[in-house]
T-cell receptor, first 110, second 112 residues
Framework: EDQVTQSPEALRLQEGESSSLNCSYT??????LFWYRQDPGKGPEFLFT???AGEEKEKERLKATLTKKESFLHITAPKPEDSATYLC???????????FGKGTSLLVTP | NAGVTQTPKFRVLKTGQSMTLLCAQD?????MYWYRQDPGMGLRLIHY???????AKGEVPDGYNVSRLKKQNFLLGLESAAPSQTSVYFC???????????FGPGTRLLVL
């Protein structure tokens, strides 16, 4: 059974304090690993898709990396507007659904 | 381009009542999905559609029905609402199975 575990559950950072969020996964044939951002009361907003181990993608202060067992979302010099819940999801080669983790709630304080 | 829209935004039902949630997308996507999000759990797939006139069950389909009469719309129905269906419901769409799923803003449903 596909499984996605995100850690930590919650993370509090000072503005400018870089850190990483972890997404560990097991899936029978990975088609893609997805990162989304979700603000309170809103729908998930797409950030990145990673397809194979070794792949990296960047967007502003965010950088996502992928290995065969986990993905990291690195946040460099975060700002308060980066505060949100970050969701990781995997899609199997044979499936339609995105299997989501429970998310990491990030709070960046000034 | 509105993307994916959902109506209503919020609804309160009594146990046993019925309702329909509407999802609309203007991106000409073939695939549409309904997920639910509950505290302490990841989003879970309820039903999905791979094209106009098609529907299929996801991970948690019991108590829900869906219809895709038009390519741009995907309806989620609750025939007899139960408190366990209190949740936030998200619709998503994608161009194909292997393309990114884009989500709507959600419908918050409270069943008393």
């Amino acid at each position: 059974e596909d499984q996605v575990t995100q850690s930590p559950e919650a993370l509090r950072l000072q503005e400018g304090e870089s850190s990483s969020l972890n997404c560990s996964y097991t899936v029978s044939g990975l088609r893609g690993l997805f990162w989304y951002r979700q603000d309170p009361g809103k729908g998930p907003e797409f950030l990145f898709t990673l397809y194979s181990a070794g792949e990296e993608k960047e967007k502003e202060r965010l950088k996502a990396t992928l290995t065969k067992k986990e993905s990291f979302l690195h946040i460099t010099a975060p700002k308060p507007e980066d505060s949100a819940t970050y969701l990781c999801a995997v899609q199997a080669n044979s499936g339609y659904a995105l299997n989501f983790g429970k998310g990491t709630s990030l709070l960046v304080t000034p | 381009n509105a993307g994916v829209t959902q109506t209503p935004k919020f609804r309160v039902l009594k146990t046993g009542q019925s309702m329909t949630l509407l999802c609309a997308q203007d991106m000409n996507h073939e695939y549409m999905y309904w997920y639910r999000q509950d505290p302490g759990m990841g989003l879970r797939l309820i039903h999905y559609s791979v094209g106009e006139g098609t529907t299929a069950k996801g991970e948690v389909p019991d108590g829900y029905n869906v219809s895709r009469l038009k390519k741009q719309n995907f309806l989620l129905g609750l025939e007899s609402a139960a408190p366990s269906q209190t949740s936030v419901y998200f619709c998503a769409s994608s161009y194909s199975r292997v393309e990114t799923q884009y989500f709507g803003p959600g419908t918050r449903l409270l069943v008393l």
